[in-house]
């Protein structure tokens, strides 16, 4: 598909959408049990939203599973979309443009190439992640770098007013390079923030947790969390009981938002592992206004940037000349 009729493509699939950022309601805040005391917490954080990530199609013959960005869970201040995507040559997403927010690529499974307009080239493997800034604009495409399937989550987290205009810019980090703990059946790879004493070294202009737990069978975690900050799990195998230990189990591809609280308890019951990533953030509490792969604050600030997209200005400026190859 030529690069126009795909940019053309991609305004229809997505229609501009408006949302007011907010933080989760306070109503669970004092819904605790007996049994709730085992977590640990003074207030431990409860699901308030299971939503199950369902298929749909996406670039050139990808399939994703999505959550957060879905019509039961449009946004989750700061975060915009949740991808579990799956991708086999010569399906992929090519040629598309960012402007206002950050991606993070996180590899379960094989490759993906990315290139970008600027210059920047590169394959992230299994395990690897890719934290890339798009800032007040870039253009870059993202193919499978091998045969078969390709597996990975892509999250999409907003950027505040004052950022959402900075140069863009990448932060990757090789699976090797990833700080890990583990202790008493659990093992957590930690890509942003802090777990076990160990910290990321991954800046995040949004504050953010990103954190990869594996619990053995019959094994329970507990895992602060900023008070403050919205938080949800996304649970990639197996099935765990999140929040508190009278709560039904919840299987893979289920995304559950999480209540305020100071951490979050999960007991792995079953006779398998169990996959899931806990990720948390800072609300920016601002107007949310999105137009498929552009997020601004305002509709005159989306206007402006199809113009600048349109006619290749204000950060969009190779537009006019670069082709992945």
Same mark, same amino acid.
């Given at each position: 598909?030529?690069?126009?009729?795909?940019?053309?493509?991609?305004?229809?699939?997505?229609?501009?959408?408006?949302?007011?950022?907010?933080?989760?309601?306070?109503?669970?805040?004092?819904?605790?049990?007996?049994?709730?005391?085992?977590?640990?917490?003074?207030?431990?954080?409860?699901?308030?939203?299971?939503?199950?990530?369902k298929l749909q199609h996406e670039g050139e013959g990808a399939v994703v599973r999505r959550s957060i960005?879905?019509?039961?869970?449009?946004?989750?201040?700061?975060?915009?979309?949740?991808?579990?995507?799956?991708?086999?040559?010569?399906?992929?997403?090519?040629?598309?443009?960012?402007?206002?927010?950050?991606?993070?690529?996180?590899?379960?499974?094989?490759?993906?190439?990315?290139?970008?307009?600027?210059?920047?080239?590169?394959?992230?493997?299994?395990?690897?992640?890719?934290?890339?800034?798009?800032?007040?604009?870039?253009?870059?495409?993202?193919?499978?770098?091998?045969?078969?399937?390709?597996?990975?989550?892509?999250?999409?987290?907003? &950027?505040?007013?004052?950022?959402?205009?900075? !140069? #863009?810019?990448? *932060?990757?980090?090789?699976?090797?390079?990833?700080?890990? /703990? =583990?202790?008493?059946?659990?093992?957590?790879?930690?890509?942003?923030?802090?777990?076990?004493?160990?910290?990321?070294?991954?800046?995040?202009?949004?504050?953010?947790?990103?954190?990869?737990?594996?619990?053995?069978?019959?094994?329970q975690m507990n895992q602060s969390i900023p008070e403050s900050w919205n938080g949800f799990v996304y649970i990639i195998e197996g099935e765990g009981v999140f929040g508190k230990p009278?709560?039904?189990?919840?299987?893979?591809?289920?995304?559950?938002?999480?209540?305020?609280?100071?951490?979050?308890?999960?007991?792995?019951?079953?006779?398998?592992?169990?996959?899931?990533? &806990?990720?948390?953030?800072?609300?920016?509490? !601002? #107007?949310?206004? *999105?137009?498929?792969?552009?997020?601004?604050?305002?509709? /005159? =600030?989306?206007?402006?940037?199809?113009?600048?997209?349109?006619?290749?200005?204000?950060?969009?400026?190779?537009?006019?000349?670069?082709?992945?190859?």
């Open positions: 598909m030529r690069a126009s009729i795909y940019r053309n493509f991609l305004f229809r699939l997505h229609p501009t959408t408006t949302a007011k950022a907010s933080k989760i309601t306070n109503h669970t805040r004092n819904i605790m049990s007996e049994s709730d005391q085992s977590t640990g917490f003074s207030t431990p954080r409860l699901v308030t939203k299971k939503v199950l990530a960005g879905r019509s039961e869970l449009k946004f989750l201040d700061p975060f915009l979309m949740l991808d579990d995507f799956s991708v086999s040559p010569p399906a992929g997403f090519p040629d598309h443009p960012h402007r206002g927010f950050e991606t993070v690529t996180y590899m379960l499974q094989g490759g993906i190439t990315h290139q970008d307009f600027a210059g920047h080239k590169g394959t992230i493997h299994t395990g690897d992640v890719q934290w890339m800034t798009a800032g007040r604009g870039i253009i870059h495409s993202e193919m499978p770098a091998g045969e078969g399937e390709q597996k990975g989550l892509q999250l999409w987290i907003n &950027l505040s007013s004052q950022d959402k205009m900075i !140069e #863009p810019g990448y *932060q990757e980090l090789l699976s090797d390079d990833i700080k890990t /703990a =583990e202790k008493d059946g659990v093992e957590v790879r930690i890509i942003a923030g802090k777990s076990m004493g160990v910290q990321s070294p991954v800046y995040t202009r949004t504050p953010t947790m990103y954190l990869d737990f594996t619990l053995k069978p019959r094994a009278t709560s039904s189990p919840v299987t893979a591809y289920h995304v559950l938002v999480l209540g305020p609280g100071d951490g979050l308890s999960v007991w792995n019951r079953s006779s398998k592992p169990l996959r899931f990533v &806990l990720i948390a953030g800072q609300p920016i509490n !601002e #107007p949310v206004v *999105q137009y498929g792969p552009f997020v601004m604050n305002t509709q /005159a =600030e989306i206007d402006q940037t199809i113009e600048d997209y349109h006619y290749s200005k204000n950060g969009f400026e190779m537009a006019k000349y670069w082709r992945s190859q």
